[in-house]
């Protein structure tokens, strides 16, 4: 059975730290991983990788993949209360595109 | 035990018909919703119930009807199957409760209509 595990579950840091969530998985049929940032409703799209090693940024964010020791971690720089959310992490498998969550990690940036 | 659970997990059908998608939590959770992945992996929230009353209907064609019979189970019904409504579609649920939910999803349904 595909697993995905996130770590840590929930996160309480200072405005302008560093923080860093991360994701292992087992799965069989990889495709890609995803990061998703869950507020109030709709979780957002933030990060798809595919490939080892490549970084992807989008501002504070940031996200890589080792499809060798099967984890990603996603990093956010300078964190603001805005960060404040829950992010989930999925893992994509097999030809018709199965998505798997993990539990999440909840992250809440205080003053 | 899986926490919450779609039926069926794939579906290929043809315009015009009329199809369900069933999803079941037995996480106790008192919220379940319908969420649609497009071609962009994007998640767009479509149904939530809460205690089997609805609290968000984005704007979705009425084709789509969802039925909740208890808190447990929120059914989604469509129909006059039209090509864009090819999609993976997720249920999920959430314990209510202040601050920030965590959604369960299940592992999605994948329509494809021809």
């Known amino acids: 059975e595909d697993k995905v595990v996130q770590s840590p579950l929930s996160l309480v840091v200072h405005e302008g730290d560093t923080v860093t969530l991360n994701c292992s998985y087992e799965?069989?049929?990889?495709?890609?991983l995803l990061w998703y940032k869950q507020e109030k409703k709709a979780p957002t799209f933030l990060f798809m990788l595919t490939s080892s090693g490549i970084e992807k940024k989008s501002g504070r964010l940031s996200s890589i993949l080792d499809k060798k020791e099967l984890f990603s971690i996603l990093n956010i720089t300078a964190t603001q209360t805005g960060d404040s959310a829950v992010y989930l992490c999925?893992?994509?498998?097999?030809?018709?595109?199965?998505?798997?969550f993990g539990t999440g990690t909840r992250l809440q940036v205080t003053l | 035990d899986t926490a919450v659970s779609q039926t069926p997990k794939y579906l290929v059908t043809q315009m015009g018909n009329d199809k369900s998608i069933k999803c079941e939590q037995n996480?106790?959770?008192?919220?379940m919703y319908w969420y649609k992945q497009d071609s962009k992996k994007f998640l767009k929230i479509m149904f939530s119930y809460n205690n089997k009353e609805l609290i968000i209907n984005e704007t979705v064609p009425n084709r789509f009807s969802p039925k909740s019979p208890d808190k447990a189970h929120l059914n989604l019904h469509i129909n006059s199957l039209e090509l864009g409504d090819s999609a993976v579609y997720f249920c999920?649920?959430?314990?209510?409760?202040?601050?920030?939910?965590?959604?369960?999803f299940g592992s999605g349904t994948r329509l494809t209509v021809v």
């Open positions: 999920a649920s959430s314990q209510d409760g202040t601050g920030l939910r965590v959604l369960a």
């Open positions: 999925a893992v994509e498998t097999g030809t018709a595109s199965k998505l798997t």
């Open positions: 799965v069989t049929n990889f495709r890609s």
């Open positions: 996480l106790g959770h008192d919220t």
